[in-house]
């Protein structure tokens, strides 16, 4: 078997609890994340009021009014701030909520269909790839929603409320304004193309960095003992460099939209203020409806200037935001995409618990990719409940793919497979593989594997019947290493095999090579043990041991041409 090394089990019980996170269904967050940006731009807006009531107060102590009569005025200024601020802060946090909850709802769905994929697939995304994407990449969508979605709804709206304002006082002060505010997203634009294209290619380095460096840590020993430690460290070095490059160009284009915002924004107030500076000198006499500017007027039309390209200014900050954030958002959401899944099999409580499953398999064709010649076509076998087999042929003619198919780790693309007389689902089987997963922590740990309801006495039974009661002994409470480091290739099939012995709700199981690669004697000893679990239970072997086919009922060869059936 290439790939699907776990327990069958073990991977259902990762399944689970992805699909009872993205069950709970957020409330709607694009309302929020709307109204969240409403009281921002709200916020905003206040500006206007405030801005207008300065000048005015300004105006008239120019005109002699006593400093007294500025008590009210000074009050709604301050009353006006406060408001503003507490509705600046409320939509802020309202929108990060909403963000983070639409962060676990697209979290929890994409580690939904990552447990759907099949582990035979070999086009699957790396686990460095998925854990960089979920985990690193996927953070970067909270900064887009929270902050560059209320940024873009302001700039929409508060330049040109300040606009209208502007415009029945002085027409060239908003003209000024209108042709320089049309600059910035026209360039923000053109830079916004470039900005995604480099965020994306950035998102690309790092998950193809994170892959690249689990995959060769992974394979150290090998690495070493091939003696290719310097090659590899240069591959790493130009996987960083890359990274490293792509890194800065997303930099760059920030920096440059900073710039021509600021450019642009700068060169429209500082043409304001021109204008409203000379029309107050009295130099120009056009412009404003009544003839000239007074020096409220005037004020207020420079106060809200800088404030009409605030919020261009605070949608350029977070301009790089929603380059990100949309990479994030596509590779989230293709981190499974076009994969193959685990087969779909229906949860029946119809099934005959009490009794070992008969086996039928119907017609079925399979091939791994569509450019692959067919592995299965038109295939049939049918088992009896009980009955033990042992699957033989040539390597590469599809017995560990055909064990992959009635456990359902990847779909038939014709025909069915029936188990017990339904679609069974994989929790009545047991995989016992060629490279078991052992966990960090005891060998009883590892047998239970925290599955509830399994006591001493059936971990001490699995131990007996897997004869790895020396071994259980000898570590005592002491915890294996990670990946199994501490048990010899043997004692690690037959700590599978304990595993499978605990669970009663096995009735079949499916052993891919169970005797490669070990010395005869411990070959015996580890097909005892498998008969011993497989007492009345269906058991389907796929086997080049002649002495372990001999025990079976019946053998089953696989041939690339023809199926050839030899009774026992
Ligand atoms: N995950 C996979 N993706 C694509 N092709 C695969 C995959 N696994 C196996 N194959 C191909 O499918 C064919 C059948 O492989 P399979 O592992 O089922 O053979 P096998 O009879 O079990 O071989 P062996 O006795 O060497 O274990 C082979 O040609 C193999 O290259």
């Excluded at 929890?108 to 697939?121: I, K």
């Excluded at 892959?211 to 310097?230: E, H, Q």
């Excluded at 958002?329 to 685990?342: F, N, P, Q, R, V």
Aim: contains cysteine.
């Amino acid at each position: 078997m290439v790939s699907a090394f776990f327990d069958a089990r073990e991977q259902q019980q990762v399944e689970m609890p992805a699909v009872g996170v993205a069950a709970r269904k957020p409330a709607n967050t694009n309302r929020r994340l709307r109204s969240a940006a409403m009281l921002q731009a709200l916020a905003a807006a206040l500006w206007i009021p405030q801005a207008g009531i300065l000048a005015r107060s300004v105006g008239r102590l120019a005109d002699g009014v006593g400093l007294g009569d500025m008590f009210w005025p000074a009050v709604f200024i301050l009353l006006l701030g406060m408001v503003k601020s507490c509705l600046d802060a409320v939509g802020g946090r309202l929108a990060f909520r909403a963000a983070r909850s639409e962060l676990s709802e697209k979290r929890a769905n994409a580690v939904r269909l990552l447990a759907r994929l099949s582990p035979v697939d070999a086009g699957r995304p790396a686990s460095g790839e998925a854990a960089s994407v979920l985990g690193e990449q996927a953070e970067l969508i909270v900064p887009y929603l929270s902050r560059f979605r209320p940024a873009r709804m302001k700039a929409s709206f508060v330049p040109l409320v300040i606009l209208a304002c502007i415009f029945p006082i002085s027409w060239i002060a908003a003209l000024v304004l209108l042709f320089a505010a049309p600059l910035i997203p026209i360039f923000m634009a053109l830079i916004g193309w470039r900005a995604q294209a480099a965020s994306q290619k950035q998102l690309i380095a790092t998950s193809s960095l994170n892959a690249f460096l689990l995959d060769r840590l992974r394979g150290l020993a090998t690495i070493r003992s091939l003696d290719a430690v310097d090659a590899t460290a240069l591959k790493l070095r130009s996987e960083a460099e890359s990274l490293r490059t792509r890194t800065v160009a997303v930099l760059k284009i920030a920096f440059l939209s900073s710039a021509v915002l600021e450019l642009f924004s700068a060169l429209g107030v500082a043409m304001t203020a021109v204008y409203v500076g000379f029309s107050l000198l009295g130099e120009i006499r056009f412009g404003a409806w009544s003839g000239g500017l007074d020096l409220s007027q005037g004020l207020f039309v420079l106060l809200l200037a800088p404030a009409f390209f605030e919020p261009l200014r605070e949608l350029s900050a977070v301009w790089h935001d929603r380059a990100s954030g949309e990479a994030a958002l596509k590779a989230l959401d293709g981190i499974a995409a076009e994969s193959m899944t685990l087969a779909d099999r229906d949860k029946t409580g119809k099934l005959a618990v009490d009794a070992a499953f008969a086996l039928r398999v119907e017609n079925i064709s399979f091939r791994y990719r569509p450019d692959q010649s067919p592995i299965f076509e038109g295939f049939d076998l049918d088992l009896a409940a009980g009955e033990h087999v042992a699957l033989l042929g040539a390597s590469g003619t599809g017995k560990s793919t055909l064990l992959s198919l009635i456990a359902g780790l990847a779909p038939c693309s014709e025909g069915r497979i029936i188990i017990g007389g339904a679609s069974a689902d994989r929790g009545h089987m047991a995989w016992i593989g060629q490279r078991p997963h052992i966990f960090a922590g005891t060998v009883a740990g590892n047998i239970a594997l925290g599955r509830p309801g399994i006591s001493k006495t059936e971990i001490s039974k699995a131990l007996d019947l897997a004869k790895l009661g020396g071994v259980a002994k000898a570590y005592g409470h002491s915890p294996l290493g990670e990946g199994g480091i501490g048990l010899s290739g043997g004692e690690a099939l037959r700590l599978t095999i304990a595993r499978a012995a605990c669970d009663p709700d096995i009735r079949i199981i499916l052993a891919d090579e169970p005797t490669a690669h070990l010395d005869a004697e411990t070959a015996a000893e580890i097909t005892e043990s498998l008969l011993a679990l497989a007492e009345g239970r269906t058991l389907i072997v796929a086997t080049h041991d002649p002495l372990l086919a001999a025990r079976m009922h019946r053998t089953i060869r696989l041939d690339t041409e023809h199926l050839q059936e030899a009774a026992e």
